[in-house]
């Protein structure tokens, strides 16, 4: 069973920027595949950003180039920096982790891919 955890949203102003934190448990953080994806109230939860065993990258189109997801694989810690944020951003932040196994390039952006899960972190930006 893998733990994860997100630390790191708050109350900013639009045009500020935040950074995530996610961590996962088990002693093969570097072969799990590692995402955010977000839920704004009366809204599905959607896609932001992936980062794979590999280092390679996704991100959603909505999010432009204003946010960057990185790994630290010796502190079992993944990050998003945002940037810029916007009222739009407004969201509970998930961190979802899938192992090697079971998740390709393509569905990096699918939900039903990753197993785990953490709580959220609330991020609020106002106006």
């Known amino acids: 069973q893998v733990q994860v955890r997100e630390s790191g949203g708050g109350l900013v102003q639009a045009g500020d920027s935040l950074r995530l934190s996610c961590t996962a448990s088990g002693r093969t953080f570097e072969d799990y595949t590692m995402a955010w994806f977000r839920q704004a109230p009366r809204k599905e939860r959607e896609f932001v950003a992936a980062?794979?065993?590999?280092?390679?990258?996704d991100y959603a189109v909505s999010v432009g180039g204003r946010v960057t997801i990185s790994r630290d694989n010796a502190h079992n810690t993944m990050y998003l920096q945002m940037n810029s944020l916007e009222p739009e951003d407004t969201a509970l932040y998930y961190c979802a982790c899938q192992p090697a196994a079971g998740i390709t390039y393509s569905t990096l952006a699918q939900a039903s891919r990753y197993d785990y899960w953490g709580q959220g972190t609330q991020v609020t930006v106002s106006s």
């Open positions: 980062i794979m065993w590999s280092g390679i990258t």
